[in-house]
C-alpha cells in the first residue's frame, strides 16, 4: 500500500531534550515536505527537500534541522525543542512536478 | 508568493441545509486547488482537487467545489449537510509552474452542523 509512515504518532517530551520524529515513503517520491499545524494558522510549511541531499527552508524552519540521505526517508529533528514547538506535525510526499500528495498521519508532539 | 484566505474561522448549518465553505487564493499563474478535510484527532483527508477543466469539480462525500479565476476563488459547498460533516476544512493552492511542489494552505475553518 502506498504511504507515508510518521513516527511516533504522540510524543510528550522536555524542554532541551533531544528529538527526531522520523517520515518514510514508499512510492519513490522525490519531495518530501514537513508541515506543523497550529490552531487558527492552519499548516505552515517547515522545510522541504527536492531530493536526496537537496532539502530547503519554509516558512517556519527555526528550531528545526531535517536530513535526506536515502530517497524514502525524510527526518524532522528538534535539537532542543521548546514549548513553542508543541503541535501536530505532517509529513508529505509528491513527485516532482505532479499534483498528488500523500500525508502521514501526523504526529502529536508535547513540548513541556 | 502564494497564499490562501478562509475569511470564516467557523461555519455554522443545520442538517439538510446547504452549506459552503470559502476559499480565495493568490498565486503566480494558473493554479492547482485543493480541499483537505481533517475529523477530530485525525490526519488530512483529501476532498477534492480542481487541476483544469470544468469549473465545477465534484468529490467524495458529496462535496463539490467551483473554480472561479476572476474571483480567485474556490469555495467548497454540499447540497444538503449532514452532521457527520462536522469538521476543520482546509483550502490549499500551488502554482501549475514554478513554485516547486510547495502546497500553501489556508488557516482552516471549522464546520458545526447541527440538528
Known amino acids: 500500500e502506498a504511504q507515508v509512515t510518521q513516527n511516533p504518532r504522540y510524543l510528550i517530551t522536555v524542554t532541551g531534550k533531544k528529538l527526531t520524529v522520523t517520515c518514510s515513503q514508499n512510492?519513490?517520491?522525490?519531495?518530501m515536505s514537513w508541515y506543523r499545524q497550529d490552531p487558527g494558522l492552519g499548516l505552515r510549511q517547515i522545510y522541504y527537500?527536492?531530493?536526496?541531499?537537496?532539502?530547503d527552508k519554509g516558512d517556519v524552519p527555526e528550531g528545526y534541522k531535517v536530513s535526506r540521505k536515502e530517497k524514502r526517508n525524510f527526518p524532522l529533528i528538534l535539537e532542543s525543542p521548546s514549548p513553542n514547538q508543541t503541535s501536530l506535525y505532517f509529513c508529505?510526499?509528491?513527485?516532482?512536478?505532479?499534483?498528488?500528495?500523500?500525508f502521514g498521519s501526523g504526529t502529536r508532539l508535547t513540548v513541556v | 508568493a502564494q497564499s490562501v484566505a478562509q475569511p470564516e474561522d467557523q461555519v455554522n448549518v443545520a442538517e439538510g441545509n446547504p452549506l459552503t465553505v470559502k476559499c480565495t487564493y493568490s498565486?503566480?499563474?494558473?493554479?492547482?486547488l485543493f480541499w483537505y478535510v481533517q475529523y477530530p484527532n485525525r490526519g488530512l483527508q483529501f476532498l477534492l482537487k480542481?487541476?483544469?477543466?470544468?469549473?465545477l469539480v465534484k468529490g467524495s462525500y458529496g462535496f463539490e467545489a467551483e473554480f472561479n479565476k476572476s474571483q480567485t476563488s474556490f469555495h467548497l459547498k454540499k447540497p444538503s449537510a449532514l452532521v457527520s460533516d462536522s469538521a476543520l476544512y482546509f483550502c490549499?493552492?500551488?502554482?501549475?509552474?514554478?513554485?516547486?511542489?510547495?502546497?500553501?494552505f489556508g488557516t482552516g475553518t471549522q464546520l458545526k452542523v447541527e440538528l
Open positions: 490549499a493552492v500551488r502554482p501549475i509552474t514554478g513554485g516547486g511542489n510547495k502546497l500553501t
Open positions: 498565486v503566480s499563474g494558473n493554479p492547482y
Open positions: 508529505a510526499s509528491s513527485l516532482l512536478g505532479t499534483y498528488g500528495y500523500t
Open positions: 512510492m519513490n517520491h522525490e519531495y
Open positions: 527537500s527536492m531530493n536526496v541531499e537537496v532539502t
Open positions: 480542481y487541476i483544469t477543466g470544468d469549473n
